[in-house]
């Protein structure tokens, strides 16, 4: 799978929008663009996923570039609940899984705080 | 309620001695995996298994056996634990390809392991 950059930590106020960028310049055209969380003390949680358009959905919404080199998972107003780290994770088209099964590959992922 | 369960959740052994961490999924998932999660190293595949009796290794296989005797049950057997397999142990499931991108996938609630 490909690489995803993310940065290390964010920080946010609470009820204000958060926007963590995703940069991913070696994505294939088939390769699907999937935000994963993983509050403190739980196992990791399905965020959003997207190919090409913007996609919304009660937790959050993700922003894809044009040209797909990049992205933005957006939480519209961010609570202390949402303080948690965010992976970015490219996988490919299930019907390209191949040998990796379309495995998850997390990398370090970015660290977001919520202050109050 | 759709869920990913793992027992125990704590456990502390000392090495050498033989030990199994459950893992049982209720969504009649057909793919099931096995993750570590280390400080600096993030969330790391050990085995996965496409289906009952299909097992492949992820990434860091070393030290553990899986087995996939039911769709449901999914087992990490460590036949002899070593300090170094001291971690945070996560379990997953998700549907195969079912003809829509979402392929979410579930985990667990995690097993904190300490081999002494």
């Known amino acids: 799978d490909a690489k995803t950059t993310q940065p290390n930590s964010m920080e946010s106020n609470e009820e204000e929008p958060v926007h963590l960028p995703c940069n991913h310049s070696t994505i294939s055209g088939t390769d699907y663009i999937h935000w994963y969380r993983q509050l403190p003390s739980q196992g990791p949680e399905y965020v959003i996923h997207?190919?090409?358009s913007n996609v919304n959905n009660r937790m959050a919404s993700l922003a894809i570039a044009e040209d797909r080199k990049s992205s933005t998972l957006i939480l519209h107003r961010a609570t202390l609940r949402d303080a948690a780290v965010y992976y970015c994770i490219l996988r490919r088209h299930p019907l390209n899984y191949g040998g990796s099964q379309g495995n998850l590959i997390f990398g370090k992922g970015t660290k977001l705080s919520v202050k109050p | 309620e759709a869920q990913v369960t793992q027992n125990p959740r704590y456990l502390i052994t000392v090495t050498g001695k033989k030990l199994t961490v459950t893992c049982s999924q209720n969504?009649?998932?057909?793919?099931m995996s096995w993750y570590r999660q280390d400080p600096g190293l993030g969330l790391r595949q050990i085995y996965y298994s496409m289906n009952v009796e299909v097992t492949d290794k992820g990434d860091v296989p070393e030290g553990y056996k899986v087995s996939r005797k039911e769709k449901r049950n999914f087992p990490l057997i460590l036949e002899s634990p070593s300090p170094n397999q001291t971690s945070l142990y996560f379990c997953?499931?998700?549907?195969?390809?079912?003809?829509?991108?979402?392929?979410?996938?579930?985990f667990g609630p995690g097993t904190r392991l300490t081999v002494l």
């Open positions: 997953a499931s998700r549907p195969t390809y079912s003809g829509t991108s979402a392929d979410t996938q579930y």
């Open positions: 969504m009649n998932h057909e793919y």
């Open positions: 997207g190919l090409t």
